[in-house]
């Protein structure tokens, strides 16, 4: 498709229960990336794949945080025991490369709620 | 390493003035620098982007924006505030030539108001 497209668009859990996320790049962008959005304006990088592989991981929690891009699968986020702390938007965005200069196409978000 | 300031949390205009949202940057290297907007509850759209091609940069919606390497800054603008341009700027950079995956950094946004 020509956008990001993202599921749900809002989550609540308990605390302590399995969230999934889930991310279906445009069509032709090997590059997904996932980010947090904690305050209204802190973006957090997680983690970046090309393809199926993980590019880079730095920002990823690595506890309870995972995440996959699988062939033919939309992608996903997962966090495992969620705490409070985990409430927030999460985005992602595809790119057509990894190289600075490419913009990264943005999906609508998923808005997780930890209660 | 690569930072962005965005120098202002809040801006507030009145329909029809010229809008000023500023951003400084710091960059080891070759910098790409993005405007994005975000309206309420929406993902972040892009409004332009400079990657070492011309320093004046021309957006969707009329917004524009100039890359000053003298000064490090990549400041937006637009001529005549509409009403739907209410909502959160972001200024973003990336490096040009790193092998970092494209990571962008963000700067910690601007929001504007526009007063009727």
């Known amino acids: 498709g020509e956008e990001v497209a993202q599921t749900p668009k809002h989550l609540v859990r308990g605390e302590g229960q399995k969230a999934k996320l889930y991310c279906a790049p445009i069509?032709?962008?090997?590059?997904v990336f996932w980010y947090q959005q904690v305050l209204k304006n802190e973006f957090k990088f997680l983690i970046s794949?090309?393809?199926?592989?993980?590019?880079?991981e730095t920002g990823m929690p690595k506890e309870r945080f995972s995440a996959k891009c699988l062939p033919n699968s939309p992608c996903s986020l997962e966090i495992q025991a969620t705490k409070l702390e985990d409430s927030a938007v999460y985005f992602c965005?595809?790119?057509?490369?990894?190289?600075?200069?490419?913009?990264?196409?943005f999906g609508p978000g998923t808005r997780l709620t930890v209660t | 390493a690569q930072s962005v300031t965005q120098l202002d949390s809040h801006v507030s205009v009145s329909e029809g003035t010229p809008v000023l949202l500023r951003c400084n940057y710091s960059?080891?290297?070759?910098?790409?620098l993005f405007w994005y907007v975000q309206h309420p509850n929406k993902g972040l759209q892009l409004l332009l982007k400079?990657?070492?091609?011309?320093?004046l940069v021309k957006g969707i919606n009329g917004f524009e924006a100039e890359f000053k390497k003298s000064e490090t800054s990549f400041h937006l603008t637009k001529p005549s505030a509409h009403m739907s341009d209410a909502a959160e700027y972001f200024c973003?950079?990336?490096?040009?030539?790193?092998?970092?995956?494209?990571?962008?950094?963000f700067g910690t946004g601007t929001s504007l108001t526009v007063i009727p």
């Open positions: 973003v950079v990336s490096d040009l030539r790193a092998n970092t995956g494209n990571q962008f950094y």
């Open positions: 400079y990657t070492s091609a011309a320093t």
């Open positions: 960059s080891s290297y070759s910098p790409s």
């Open positions: 069509k032709g962008h090997s590059y």
């Open positions: 794949f090309q393809n199926e592989n993980v590019f880079d």
């Open positions: 965005a595809s790119s057509q490369s990894y190289s600075g200069g490419y913009e990264q196409y």
